[in-house]
C-alpha cells in the first residue's frame, strides 16, 4: 500500500462517517445494513462489517439487539476547569469547574485504608504496601453521572489527624489544600499529567458511556516542599467533556 491509499474498509467507514457527520445520516438513523454496504460500495461481506466495527468503534453508531445499527446522537462537549486560580468557596477542582458554569453539583464517595499498590507508592514516593487512605468519588451534574475519582493520601501523614478522611470530619469535602493547611502542611504544587484510553467495563458503566469508548485520565499529585501528600486519578468520559486549563502567567 502507498502513501495516500486505504483499506477498502476505511473507505467505507469514511464515506458512511461524512454522511453522519454532515447530517445525511441523522441521529437515531438506522445505518444502512451490511447486505445494503456491500452493494452500494462494491466490496465484500468482510470488507461491510470491519467498516460498521470502525464506526462502533468511534462511537457515531450503535446495535440494538435484533434491530440493527443505529447513529448515535452525539453530545455536545461541555468544559471541565482545571484552574490554576481558585474561585470562593471552590476548593476542589470540581467545586472550580461549578462554580464557573453557574450549578451546584453532587458526589458520592467512599473511604478505606489499603496498602499502597506500586504505581500509587511510587507517585506519592513511599514504599509498596504502606498503608494509604483511598477514596473513591462519582461526580454528577444534573443527577448525570460526569466524572469518576480516586485518590490517595499516605497514613503516615494525616493518619490520626481531623483529616485523616477527606470526606469527614470538621474539614471534610474542603479539597486537599485547606485540609493539609490545617495539620501545617503547605500545598505549593500541583502536578497533572493527561491521557487518554479506553474505559474500564465499571467505569463506562458508572459513567453511563458504552464499553471501550475513550476516557481522558488527569494522573494529579500535591506536593508540599517537594513531598507528595496525595495523588489522584480523575476519569472523565472523552465525548461529553474537554479539560480547560486556565493558568496565570509569571
Not at 476505511?10 to 461524512?18: K, S, Y
Not at 484552574?83 to 470562593?88: D, K, V
Not at 476542589?92 to 485504608?113: K, L, M, N, Y
Not at 513511599?126 to 473513591?136: A, K, L, N, S, W
Amino acid at each position: 500500500m502507498t502513501f495516500g491509499e486505504q483499506p477498502a474498509y476505511l473507505r467505507v467507514a469514511g464515506d458512511l462517517r461524512r454522511k453522519i457527520v454532515d447530517g445525511s445520516l441523522p441521529p437515531h438513523a438506522r445505518l444502512p445494513s451490511q447486505a445494503r454496504i456491500r452493494e452500494e460500495y462494491g466490496v465484500s461481506d468482510t470488507v461491510a462489517l470491519e467498516a460498521r466495527k470502525v464506526l462502533m468503534a468511534e462511537g457515531l453508531v450503535e446495535g440494538r439487539s435484533g434491530s440493527g445499527t443505529y447513529v448515535r446522537e452525539q453530545p455536545v462537549p461541555r468544559r471541565v476547569a482545571r484552574s490554576g486560580y481558585r474561585a470562593a468557596g471552590a476548593s476542589t477542582p470540581f467545586r472550580q469547574e461549578q462554580a464557573e458554569v453557574g450549578t451546584q453539583g453532587t458526589w458520592d464517595s467512599h473511604s478505606e485504608q489499603t496498602p499502597a499498590p506500586a504505581d500509587i507508592a511510587r507517585r506519592l514516593g513511599i514504599e509498596p504496601g504502606d498503608r494509604v487512605m483511598r477514596t473513591r468519588y462519582v461526580f454528577r451534574d444534573g443527577g448525570e453521572a460526569m466524572m469518576l475519582s480516586t485518590s490517595w493520601e499516605p497514613l503516615a501523614l494525616t493518619g490520626r489527624t481531623p483529616v485523616m478522611l477527606p470526606e469527614e470530619g470538621p474539614l471534610g469535602g474542603c479539597g486537599v489544600v485547606d485540609r493539609m493547611a490545617a495539620i501545617d502542611v503547605v500545598v505549593d504544587n500541583v502536578l497533572e499529567e493527561v491521557g487518554a484510553r479506553p474505559g474500564l467495563a465499571e467505569e463506562t458503566l458508572l459513567l453511563g458511556g458504552v464499553p471501550g469508548h475513550v476516557v481522558l485520565v488527569v494522573g494529579r499529585t500535591y506536593y508540599a516542599s517537594g513531598r507528595a501528600v496525595e495523588t489522584a486519578d480523575v476519569v472523565v468520559p472523552a465525548d461529553r467533556y474537554r479539560l480547560a486549563y486556565h493558568m496565570p502567567v509569571r
